[in-house]
């Protein structure tokens, strides 16, 4: 699997940048720099993209009070590992709309905030993975298309042949096929019927 200097020289090569770069922490070229300012943008949006497997986590979450206010029976504290919460555990493993725990995110002076009604609640969300020897191959393939995109126009004196545009295209195209492929990895139980349907059977 590629390293995090394999991922920029795959998204230098997408944008026609033919000099590769050896150390992405201590090197000073242009590229590197360049490299450096973008990655951590990149792979936390693709990381807060979708439900990634190898990203996911389910944890308990840390109460701070109960009855914090006249709306909520409990608040909780933001998991610090999170990047992207993506629900609060009901107890069914295939939520309907009537099943889902309603949940709303605030702040305080100490962070961000999870107000719910579930009491010992969990929570399902996705962690920074930045591993790349755990990233699928088309994961990584899609994330290279997106550092590319960012670092195109820094590096290609603005873009003038649009390779960045193309990189952010092909970006889309990866990105719906390495989703596809991770909801290929889980088999969901069926979905719950509608209660229209219900109530003709």
């Not at 230098?12 to 951590?40: C, K, M, P, W």
């Not at 949006?45 to 109960?66: G, N, Q, Y």
């Not at 909520?72 to 629900?87: E, G, K, L, V």
């Not at 820094?154 to 952010?168: E, H, I, S, Y």
Request: aromatic residues 10%; contains cysteine; hydrophobic residues 40%.
């Amino acid at each position: 699997m590629p390293s995090k200097v394999g991922i920029v020289n795959i998204a230098l090569g997408h944008i026609g940048v033919g000099r590769a770069i050896s150390n992405l922490e201590t090197e000073s070229s242009q590229e590197a720099i360049t490299a450096r300012l973008f990655y951590d943008l990149a792979l936390e949006t693709v990381l807060r993209d979708s439900p990634w497997p190898f990203a996911a986590k389910i944890a308990v979450l840390s109460l701070i009070e109960e009855e914090p206010n006249t709306e909520w029976a409990f608040s909780y504290r933001y998991p610090t590992d999170c990047i992207m919460f993506r629900r609060v555990l009901s107890g069914l493993r295939n939520d309907s709309r009537q099943s889902r725990a309603p949940y709303k995110l605030a702040q305080d002076d100490s962070g961000t905030i999870i107000f719910t009604d579930e009491e010992d609640a969990q929570a399902e969300y996705t962690i920074r993975a930045d591993n790349p020897q755990f990233f699928p191959p088309d994961f990584t393939l899609a994330f290279s298309y997106l550092l590319a995109s960012l670092m195109a126009p820094k590096l290609t004196g603005g873009d003038p042949f649009k390779l960045g545009v193309r990189a952010l295209q092909l970006y889309q195209y990866e990105i719906f096929r390495a989703k596809a492929a991770a909801g290929n990895e889980s088999q969901p139980e069926e979905e719950p019927e509608s209660e229209f349907v219900r109530a003709r059977s």
